[in-house]
């Protein structure tokens, strides 16, 4: 799926009667986020009046199912707080996610096919650790190392991934 078609399908969802709620017509927005751990995120403030639905911007790389999963769990969110003021990954939200089509899952068992900017490389064992930002701080490799805490002789190196490509 498309980008593009991916914010077209989460648009015409959020413009559904679920429950007798239209997010579009009650002032829910729809965003791309760079997130790269999480599929989806939905923000709101009751006082200010802000309501925001937000996909990550690689989520068009999953499958069909994996986004409609994701899309429903978000909007899920956003029809739990016009009833409740608030949303959980509780018995209600729950039952509400089930009804709407979704698994009734707090985390999805997917993740995002990414590859990430670094990560940090074990001399010993060959192990990669993927990483979204540079990190400030020496590390040394858990499988590796004796004991816990920073270990010199096993020290990890941080390299920029090759196969990672800007969008």
């Known amino acids: 799926m498309t980008k593009e078609v991916m914010i077209s399908f989460a648009k015409e969802l959020m413009s ?15 965003t791309l986020t760079n997130q790269t751990r999480a599929l989806g995120k939905c923000t709101w403030n009751n006082s200010t009046g802000f309501k925001e ?10 499958t069909d199912k994996e986004i409609y999963l994701t899309i429903i769990h978000e909007i899920t ?9 608030t949303s959980a990954h ?21 993740s995002l096919p990414v590859e990430l ?26 499988k590796c190392s004796p004991t816990p805490g920073f270990d ?16």
């Open 90 to 110: 509780d018995y209600v939200w729950k039952s509400l996610n089930l009804e709407f089509g979704g698994d009734g899952q707090r985390c999805a068992n997917f």
């Open 77 to 85: 969110h956003a029809v739990d707080v016009e009833i409740r003021g």
């Open 16 to 30: 559904w009667d679920w429950k007798g709620y239209n997010l579009e017509e009650l002032g829910w927005g729809l």
């Open 152 to 167: 010199e002789r096993y020290e990890l190196e941080f390299k920029l991934n090759e196969n990672y490509e800007k969008i």
């Open 53 to 62: 639905i937000g996909l990550s911007k690689h989520l068009h790389k999953c």
């Open 117 to 142: 900017k670094y990560y940090f490389y074990c001399k010993n064992c060959y192990t990669k650790i993927p990483k979204t930002r540079k990190s400030k701080y020496r590390c040394s490799c858990a």
